[in-house]
């Protein structure tokens, strides 16, 4: 096997899924001739055809409306969103209809929003955003984010499957990252949904992260081991449902967490997280649960601020610094 990116296993994954499926089609902006705006579907009008590789207007709204309408129909569309950011137009059909559906008339909706999400790559406020948070209070949706090329390929896949609305985020800045290359089984797998995974082993501390954040948390605990400092970290890898034995393990055994996210800070995941920790493994704490996220801005466009909006792997060291010492 070749190793391949994050951005091929998706390819694969989709293609995979078409040539299983012939219920499943893919939808969005460009995705036909062009292959979309970051080529994920390069070359599947020419296998597929029109019919099931469909060019739409610019209209996210229409885009989401139609794979709603779909699904119902016992169709699996998987929509393409070009930036996630454009995903907020679809926020009425998404919290109101899709998400609702099934306790409404039960009626499930097996559809998939996919796009790129994240910063790092200078692409300012309206092509940078991480987007979780706005949906996380939302019951009947599921949101999911790889990591890694492995588990992007087996989650697009398993979305696909569901029978309910899943928001597939990925990450840009992970899309052709050589360094995360791997080699992908041919066989047909799936990621479950709703398990987290261990990246890392550690005693001291946990870190608790997904998408490009992974890679940030390995660097710090690379480095803190260096100073004495032995951190897990956790890569959540689906966020609604997020694996809580999984967290509430690792809390057991570090006693200290630190919870890293390039969302913003108010209202985001570590939130959340930090509730379930409290309720769930509060006398198991030797100091506070931390938080590492971007700054509450919009996403700046000049590549030195974006930089000081989003968490470093020196911010991480530092807190695990002072994590460490409590």
């Known amino acids: ?64 409306g139609a794979a709603c309408g779909a699904a119902m129909m016992g169709m699996r569309p998987v929509a393409e969103m070009q930036f996630i950011d454009f995903i907020s137009c679809c926020f009425d059909i998404l919290t109101n209809y899709a998400a609702t559906s099934r306790y409404r008339q039960g009626i499930g909706l097996p559809m998939v929003v996919r796009g790129p999400c994240g910063g ?34 087996g989650l697009i896949k398993a979305a696909i499957r569901d029978e309910d609305p899943v928001l597939f985020f990925e990450h840009k800045f992970l899309y052709r990252n050589p360094k995360i290359k791997q080699e992908v089984p041919t066989d047909d797998y799936i990621v479950p949904i709703g398990k987290a995974a261990i990246r890392r082993e550690g005693r001291d501390l946990s870190i608790i992260t997904y998408g490009a954040m992974v890679y940030t948390a390995l660097e710090a605990a690379d480095s803190l081991q260096k100073e004495g400092v032995d951190a897990e970290v956790i ?17 057991k055994k570090t006693s200290k967490v630190i919870i890293l996210h390039e969302a913003t800070r108010t209202g985001g995941m570590a939130g959340e997280l930090t509730a379930v920790i409290n309720e769930g493994a509060f006398e198991y704490l030797d100091g506070p649960v931390m938080r590492v996220t971007s700054i509450d801005t919009p996403v700046p466009y000049a590549p030195p601020l974006e930089e000081f909006f989003m968490p470093q792997v020196d911010d991480v060291v530092k807190a695990a610094r002072a994590l460490a010492a409590y």
Do not use: C
């Not at 296993?9 to 499926?21: C, H, K, T, V």
């Not at 995705?31 to 970051?38: D, E, H, L, Q, S």
């Not at 406020?125 to 949101?143: A, D, I, R, W, Y």
């Open 1 to 64: 096997m070749a190793a391949i990116t994050l951005l091929e296993a998706i390819r694969q994954g989709l293609w995979e899924e078409m040539e299983r499926d012939d219920r499943v089609f893919l939808l969005g902006e460009d995705i036909g001739i062009y292959g979309g705006a970051f080529k994920v579907t390069e070359g599947f009008a020419g296998r597929f055809g029109d019919g099931r590789v469909i060019d739409t207007p610019i209209s996210e709204s229409a885009i989401v």
């Open 120 to 153: 790092g790559v200078h692409g300012g406020p309206f092509h940078s955003q991480n987007v979780e948070s706005f949906f996380l209070n939302t019951p009947g949706l599921k949101m999911v984010e790889p990591s890694t090329p492995y588990d992007a390929k």
């Open 235 to 251: 890569d959540l890898r689906t966020l609604l449902p997020f694996d809580r034995e999984a967290v509430l393990e690792s809390v």
